[in-house]
Structures are given as C-alpha cells and as structure tokens.
C-alpha cells in the first residue's frame, strides 16, 4: 500500500517536471556505454558515475504522458527507469572500486589481474546519506578454478608450458 | 528536411473514450525502420501515453502482432519501406477484444491453447533417474515446423472462420495439438481428440488457407488442420467398425 501510494505521488499525479522518460534511459545507455564498457578506465568510470548522478537527479523531475490506470506501459517504463539507473550506479560503483582487469572488466589503467585483492564478489550498499559503498564476499571455487584466459598464439604456448 | 511518413495508430482508452478512433503522427521515413521502430518513436518522442506490447524486436517473442493496413503482422518484422509514402494504418489485432489502444485481450486464446493439452502426455511417467525421452532427427521433422509456433495470434485475426464463430477453436492450437499428436514421445492423442473432433474443434475450418498466408513463421496452421481432419474422420470409421477396439 505504501508502495501504491508512493507511485501515484511519484509518478501517476505528479503534474510538474519536464523530463520524458526516454530522454534520461537514452542518455543512461549513452554514458553506460562511453563509460563502463568493456574497456574501461579511472576517469571513463568517474565521468560516467558523474553523468549518472546528474540523470538521477533528472529522474525526478520526469513527468508522464499517461495517468490511466489501464494498461499504461510508461508507467512501467519509468518504474524500470528508476531501477536501471540503480543497477547502473552499481555496475560503475563497483567497476571503480576494481583496479584490476578480469573477464569482461577491462580496466586499460590496471591491465592485470589481482586474486589478492580482487577474487571476491562486491555488493554494493546503500548508506543512510544516499551514497554507495563496496563491500566484499568470498568467492566459493568449486569445479572451475580460476586461470589466465588466453588466446591465438598465447593459448598454444600455454598448452607447452603445460607439458600438452 | 528529412522525410517522413504518417501514422494512423487507434486510440482507445476505457477510462476516457466511448469508441476507438485513429490518430495521426508524423514519424521520420528510414528505409531500416519497421513499424515497430515507428511506435517506439512515437511513445518515446511525441506521446508517452500510447501502449502496445513488444519485446524481443526480432520475431521470437510473438508480442507484437497488430493489423498493419488491414493485414494481421508482426510489426518487428514489417518493414514502413513497404507501405511508403504512407499513411501507414495500425490496428489492434482483429476479432479481439481491445484493453486499450493496439492491446488487446487475449485470454479466449490462452484458455483454448490450455485446452488442446499441448504438452508431452505419457501413460506412464519416467522418473528424471529413468533420462531422456529418445528421439530421431526423422521422428522430429515430422512435426517440427508446427513446433515453430511463437503464439503471436496473427492467424486468429487472419481467421473468418474465428471471426464468425469466437468458439472454433482456431488454427495456433490446433497446429499446436497436431505439433504433440505427431511428436512420436508423445501418448496424449486420444486425449486431445475429445476437444479437437467436436464441432468447434477442427470441423469449423472451411480451409480458407488465410492463416497459413498470416503465420510468420511458416507453421502452416491450415496444413496441419486438414491433416487432423483426416486422423479425426478414420478413428470416426474405426469406431464404427470396432467398436470394442477403441484404445
């Protein structure tokens, strides 16, 4: 019920703001996508996480198009807005955090890999103040133990080194 | 300046409007752009308050089926080149009821799919320690392409038959009984034959073919009803002559 109310109050009666929806997730996708790629630094990272704050603070400026209580998709559309801009904060939250390169986390400013410090799981929390912090939890290795991933000429030298 | 092309898109709204009624947009004409990308233009960048399904954007997911001039359409798949310069006509799909602009109820379809069991039926169940039901890559052709069915509904609305008669059972599900009746794991037709030989079952189709021409995905829906025609009139012969025969 809480929830209900907090929708209408928030998203469904608010009559003033100016954003549009589709304006914000467009431009989320865009500093997601310069930022927290694949390939990713210290300051792509910082600009995208300054980008987001910025859009946060947009997100609630947004007005709707529709109030109806039937079948109204950009109600949905901006409920999901709210949450990804959350899931974005996290992503670029624990990718600065990381000064280390593992899988699809390339950092080009710490090429190597770091199981000292970085062989954890990192959730991100919500302080009281609004900010985030990264805590850590082990990782459980059970049938796949983690190794360099190589590729091309690299993996055969690999398999020599190996005795294969 | 760009080109663009018009729109006719139905409006409805439960809460505001007596009737559906069509309003026009103008949206950029790109020779890349589907129908789809149209109403995503439009819900983005004009008027947030049009509501359609969609998901997948790539003719998998069977959400977004509307009547693109006229003709039922997977509007992912529907390229504005075609329709060029326009207008553009888009409607909920036929014969169903509309909940509010293009979405329309579906339920009379999700209950008569239920209906036709269209699952796996065994008489006895293998416990998971027991594996696999086995078959060959030839047992599978036989009723493959009926197993291509994304649900979307286009043949409903490309269905006369459908539209005179909301009982026939209709094309998606009875290709969809036919997918398991041939599926040679399968144990269940007896079972589904009690729906499917009924009057609203099967012999409603006057073999109009519409559906076939509507399916995205080459189901062939009317194939696989008159295929079922025949199955359901040999048992009909069968029983008369044997009648203890009955399994």
Redesign the interface.
């Known amino acids: 019920m809480d929830e209900d109310r907090r929708l209408k109050k928030q998203l469904l009666e608010k009559t003033e703001g100016r954003e549009?929806?589709?304006t914000i997730r467009d431009e989320m996708q865009k500093a997601i996508e310069n930022g927290a790629g694949i390939y990713r630094t210290g300051t792509s990272l910082g600009d995208a996480a300054a980008r987001l704050r910025q859009l946060q603070q947009r997100y609630t400026n947004t007005v709707?198009?529709?109030r109806?209580?039937?079948?109204?998709?950009?109600l949905i559309?901006a409920m999901e807005l709210g949450f990804m801009l959350d899931v974005a904060e996290a992503i670029v939250r624990c990718a600065l955090h990381r000064t280390e390169s593992r899988g699809a986390h390339q950092r080009t400013d710490f090429p190597k890999r770091d199981d000292e410090k970085f062989l954890v799981h990192s959730l991100v929390h919500r302080n009281a103040d609004g900010s985030s912090r990264v805590e850590h939890l082990p990782v459980k290795i059970t049938r796949w133990p983690p190794g360099e991933r190589v590729y091309g000429e690299q993996t055969q030298a690999k398999d020599v080194q190996a005795g294969r | 300046m760009a080109e663009t092309i018009q729109l006719e898109v139905t409006r409805y709204s439960p809460e505001h409007d007596a009737a559906p009624a069509l309003q026009r947009f103008e949206v950029p004409y790109r020779k890349d752009w589907v129908v789809l990308d149209a109403l995503n233009y439009i819900k983005d960048k004009l008027d947030g308050s049009l509501s359609y399904r969609w998901s997948c954007r790539m003719g998998i997911c069977g959400s977004c089926g509307m009547m693109v001039n006229g003709e039922p359409k997977l509007t992912c798949a529907t390229f504005l080149s075609h329709y060029a310069p326009g207008a553009v006509r888009v409607e909920p799909l036929r014969y169903f009821p509309v909940v509010r602009d293009l979405v329309i109820e579906m339920t009379d379809f999700m209950v008569k799919l239920q209906k036709v069991k269209p699952w796996i039926i065994r008489k006895d169940e293998k416990s998971i320690a027991d594996g696999e039901y086995r078959q060959t890559p030839q047992q599978l052709d036989v009723y493959k392409q009926f197993s291509m069915c994304i649900n979307c509904m286009l043949c409903y609305a490309a269905c006369p038959v459908y539209g005179l008669d909301p009982l026939f059972t209709g094309p998606a599900a009875i290709a969809l009984a036919q997918r398991y009746n041939m599926d040679s794991r399968d144990e269940g037709a007896r079972e589904r034959m009690d729906i499917l030989s009924q009057h609203e079952g099967i012999w409603a189709c006057t073999f109009v073919g519409e559906c076939t021409k509507a399916c995205p995905k080459n189901v062939d829906p009317a194939g696989a009803i008159q295929q079922y025609k025949l199955t359901a009139a040999k048992e009909w012969f069968k029983s008369l002559l044997v009648p203890w025969g009955a399994k």
Request: charged residues 20%; glycine residues 8%; proline residues 0%.
């Open positions: 549009h929806i589709a709707l198009d529709d109806g209580l039937t079948f109204n998709t950009e559309a």
